[in-house]
């Protein structure tokens, strides 16, 4: 079955600093998300894009944040200036129209 | 109640029993799925029921939906600690395309 591919897994970085996690969606999948989950919380809506472009994003995606579809295959988020409560889970999902969500394995972001 | 709330939040039964999780929603949806997370590790999808149906099966799952009480519930029959994770509901929220979990119910089975 295909799978959304997460890198890296686990990332440790300080604060201030600038990350990008990556994600490969499936191929033929048209919309693509950022989720996050802080721990031991619910999952947490960011951001979906379609047609090259954010369709949609909630107020935790603020300037700090950005996505990106750099070519045919990935699929980025990157956090500017990291703080220490953007540690967290963080989940890219994609899907067909109107088809359930399949969800990456996460990476882990730890800021210290 | 927020979109998405599953109860019980924790429930722990003994290997072999059925184990019943609840959630209930606010907005008019397309459909509902739930999810099982390991400890740490990432979400699995395990089944999606239309708005138009009341019930679908998929192995030892059974979930039913009912739009009229906005409440949807997961059954796990003939438990296994294999099944020991959290489980979440998410919703289309009004048909959007993104998700709207809940906070999860905490699973433990006990052998």
């Known amino acids: 079955e295909p799978e959304v591919t997460q890198t890296p897994s686990h990332q440790v970085t300080q604060m201030g600093q600038e990350v990008i996690l990556r994600c490969v969606p499936i191929?033929?999948?048209?919309?693509f998300y950022w989720y996050r989950q802080i721990l031991g919380q619910k999952v947490e809506f960011l951001v979906s894009f379609y047609n090259n472009e954010i369709s949609e994003k909630s107020e935790i995606f603020d300037d700090q944040f950005s996505v990106e579809r750099p070519d045919g295959s990935n699929f980025t988020l990157k956090i500017r200036s990291t703080k220490l409560e953007d540690s967290a889970m963080y989940f890219c999902?994609?899907?067909?129209?109107?088809?359930?969500?399949?969800f990456g394995s996460g990476t882990r972001l730890t800021v210290v | 109640s927020q979109q998405g709330e599953e109860d019980p939040q924790a429930l722990s039964i003994q290997e072999g029993e059925n184990a019943t999780m609840n959630c209930s929603y606010k907005?008019?949806?397309?459909?509902l799925q739930w999810y099982r997370q390991n400890s740490g590790r990432g979400l699995v999808h395990l089944i999606l029921?239309?708005?138009?149906?009341r019930e679908k099966h998929s192995g030892r799952l059974r979930v039913t939906l009912d739009t009229s009480k906005k409440s949807s519930s997961l059954l796990i029959t003939a438990s296994r600690a294999a099944d020991t994770a959290s489980y979440f509901c998410?919703?289309?929220?009004?048909?959007?395309?993104?998700?709207?979990f809940g906070q999860g119910t905490r699973l433990t089975i006990n052998p």
């Open positions: 029921i239309r708005s138009n149906e």
């Open positions: 998410a919703t289309d929220d009004r048909g959007a395309q993104k998700l709207v």
């Open positions: 191929s033929n999948h048209l919309y």
């Open positions: 999902a994609s899907s067909q129209p109107g088809l359930r969500n399949t």
């Open positions: 907005t008019s949806i397309n459909n």
